[in-house]
């Protein structure tokens, strides 16, 4: 199935880069949380350039134990060497995954080298990849970033539509400005009122009924979830893995959701928000609510799209509303989640799916950034997909995508250092085949950067 198409761990000390990146699948059985492409295009091969001389410091010390370490690499040694906090967001046996699938590392270059923190190239058996590495104060690995080396950025809109719609034949995009009233103003639109398949992206309605329940009094931020079998979903995440019965708190949840798009969070925050608020969420900042109803939760989507197909889906399809709800409670409900089979291409993704238009992702956005509240702040900081964005220029940066076969949406919230703020939304769709995620994720990163940077001229 496809994975998430790069990876960001970082210390929570760290300003400006909590917790992890792109766009994590919502139906990849196999799909790690965090790190490099695994799929990156043919042309970027290895080359034959000397290997630069590592320093001797703390961070060197692990870079070169990481390009030497011997795979799988045993579980103590990645505890030796990477943080508590890191190994919490990707579990060792992940991690591991990871390195497997990029089939080794070795460094051609490095920049920006102090004893702390490093950055560069290194080759793998999938093509070049920038890296980037620190350390804590224990000199174990805090941070990790492997990505595909950046693409140029679109100098004008007519070059990004013409690059958008070679990705996929079906396209919606939306460059916008937040008034201060809340309202988003269009820049650049394609289809900006047509609906289209989500795929993870949906976890903003999620994130907006949980802040309203917070905002209410009826949850808070430290509410405990009760990580449930019947709640458990399959990965993209992490919380999947914890004990039953275990707790996690709403924020927790909330930022586990949103940094590494954790299934399970989303839908234990779904339980505890309750559907019919997330759908009366869905309402407020959609035009396209009817489609969204029933809000499937992850665990639904898993057995509808991957048990005996198209049985279940075809028979869901087929009910009306009300209905809908029931087979959800007692057919879907009662199917093992052990049953699922994972698929790798797509599936009923204009009928079975999460939908929002461009504008209504601006809307969801908008209506995020006016909850205004710090710690909803700090998740949806939580991660830049590996956008890269100056700090400077843009103080503040919030992102949410989502991807399936044959789906790949990203969305981003910026804030630029005059108190401007701007929104872009790329949603990507083909019903026959699976996208490339490897190739058209950063293409979409690099259509998304040259946006922001046409909208600070606007």
């Given at each position: 199935?496809?994975?998430?198409?790069?990876?960001?761990?970082?210390?929570?000390?760290?300003?400006?880069?909590?917790?992890?990146?792109?766009?994590?699948?919502?139906?990849?059985?196999?799909?790690?949380?965090?790190?490099?492409?695994?799929?990156?295009?043919?042309?970027?091969?290895?080359?034959?350039?000397?290997?630069?001389?590592?320093?001797?410091?703390?961070?060197?010390?692990?870079?070169?134990?990481?390009?030497?370490?011997?795979?799988?690499?045993?579980?103590?040694?990645?505890?030796?060497?990477?943080?508590?906090?890191?190994?919490?967001?990707?579990?060792?046996?992940?991690?591991?995954?990871?390195?497997?699938?990029?089939?080794?590392?070795?460094?051609?270059?490095?920049?920006?080298?102090?004893?702390?923190?490093?950055?560069?190239?290194?080759?793998?058996?999938?093509?070049?990849?920038?890296?980037?590495?620190?350390?804590?104060?224990?000199?174990?690995?805090?941070?990790?970033?492997?990505?595909?080396?950046?693409?140029?950025?679109?100098?004008?809109?007519?070059?990004?539509?013409?690059?958008?719609?070679?990705?996929?034949?079906?396209?919606?995009?939306?460059?916008?400005?937040?008034?201060?009233?809340?309202?988003?103003?269009?820049?650049?639109?394609?289809?900006?009122?047509?609906?289209?398949?989500?795929?993870?992206?949906?976890?903003?309605?999620?994130?907006?009924?949980?802040?309203?329940?917070?905002?209410?009094g009826r949850l808070s931020w430290d509410t405990p979830l009760t990580i449930?079998?019947?709640?458990?979903?399959?990965?993209?995440?992490?919380?999947?893995?914890?004990?039953?019965?275990?707790?996690?708190?709403?924020?927790?949840?909330?930022?586990?959701?949103?940094?590494?798009?954790?299934?399970?969070?989303?839908?234990?925050?779904?339980?505890?928000?309750?559907?019919?608020?997330?759908?009366?969420?869905?309402?407020?900042?959609?035009?396209?609510?009817?489609?969204?109803?029933?809000?499937?939760?992850?665990?639904?989507?898993?057995?509808?799209?991957?048990?005996?197909?198209?049985?279940?889906?075809?028979?869901?399809?087929?009910?009306?509303?009300?209905?809908?709800?029931?087979?959800?409670?007692?057919?879907?409900?009662?199917?093992?989640?052990?049953?699922?089979?994972?698929?790798?291409?797509?599936?009923?993704?204009?009928?079975?799916?999460?939908?929002?238009?461009?504008?209504?992702?601006?809307?969801?956005?908008?209506?995020?950034?006016?909850?205004?509240?710090?710690?909803?702040?700090?998740?949806?900081?939580?991660?830049?997909?590996?956008?890269?964005?100056?700090?400077?220029?843009?103080?503040?940066?919030?992102?949410?995508?989502?991807?399936?076969?044959?789906?790949?949406?990203?969305?981003?919230?910026?804030?630029?250092?005059?108190?401007?703020?701007?929104?872009?939304?790329?949603?990507?769709?083909?019903?026959?085949?699976?996208?490339?995620?490897?190739?058209?994720?950063?293409?979409?990163?690099?259509?998304?950067?040259?946006?922001?940077?046409?909208?600070?001229?606007?």
């Open positions: 199935m496809s994975a998430a198409l790069a990876l960001a761990v970082a210390a929570p000390a760290t300003a400006t880069a909590t917790p992890v990146t792109v766009p994590a699948p919502v139906t990849a059985s196999a799909s790690v949380p965090v790190t490099a492409p695994v799929g990156v295009p043919a042309e970027a091969t290895p080359t034959s350039t000397p290997t630069p001389e590592i320093p001797d410091s703390p961070v060197g010390e692990q870079l070169r134990w990481l390009l030497a370490a011997a795979l799988p690499v045993p579980e103590d040694q990645l505890r030796a060497h990477f943080s508590a906090y890191f190994l919490e967001q990707v579990s060792p046996a992940q991690l591991n995954e990871v390195l497997q699938s990029l089939g080794g590392l070795r460094l051609e270059s490095l920049a920006d080298v102090t004893p702390t923190s490093l950055s560069g190239i290194v080759a793998t058996g999938q093509g070049r990849l920038q890296i980037s590495m620190a350390v804590d104060g224990d000199g174990r690995i805090a941070t990790l970033l492997l990505q595909q080396e950046q693409r140029p950025a679109p100098q004008t809109w007519a070059e990004l539509d013409e690059r958008l719609r070679a990705l996929a034949p079906r396209v919606g995009f939306l460059a916008a400005e937040i008034r201060g009233n809340g309202a988003c103003r269009p820049v650049h639109t394609i289809a900006p009122d047509t609906p289209r398949p989500l795929g993870s992206m949906f976890k903003l309605y999620v994130m907006g009924a949980t802040a309203e329940q917070i905002k209410k449930r079998p019947d709640l458990k979903s399959l990965p993209s995440g992490t919380l999947q893995d914890r004990p039953d019965d275990s707790t996690v708190s709403v924020k927790e949840a909330a930022r586990l959701m949103i940094s590494i798009s954790d299934n399970t969070g989303a839908d234990l925050l779904i339980d505890k928000a309750g559907r019919a608020n997330v759908e009366t969420q869905v309402a407020r900042w959609s035009g396209h609510a009817a489609l969204n109803r029933p809000f499937l939760t992850t665990r639904e989507l898993f057995l509808l799209k991957g048990v005996d197909y198209p049985r279940l889906a075809k028979k869901y399809l087929s009910l009306d509303r009300v209905r809908r709800y029931r087979y959800l409670a007692t057919t879907v409900a009662r199917t093992p989640l052990s049953a699922v089979t994972p698929w790798d291409r797509p599936r009923d993704i204009g009928k079975l799916e999460w939908f929002a238009s461009p504008g209504d992702v601006c809307r969801a956005f908008a209506g995020l950034s006016a909850l205004n509240t710090p710690p909803l702040d700090e998740v949806m900081s939580a991660n830049d997909a590996g956008l890269g964005l100056d700090a400077k220029a843009w103080p503040r940066v919030w992102y949410k995508g989502g991807a399936e076969p044959g789906v790949l949406s990203m969305g981003f919230l910026a804030r630029d250092a005059a108190g401007r703020t701007f929104v872009v939304t790329a949603l990507t769709s083909d019903p026959r085949t699976a996208l490339d995620e490897a190739s058209a994720a950063p293409e979409l990163l690099a259509l998304v950067r040259g946006s922001f940077a046409m909208l600070a001229r606007a």
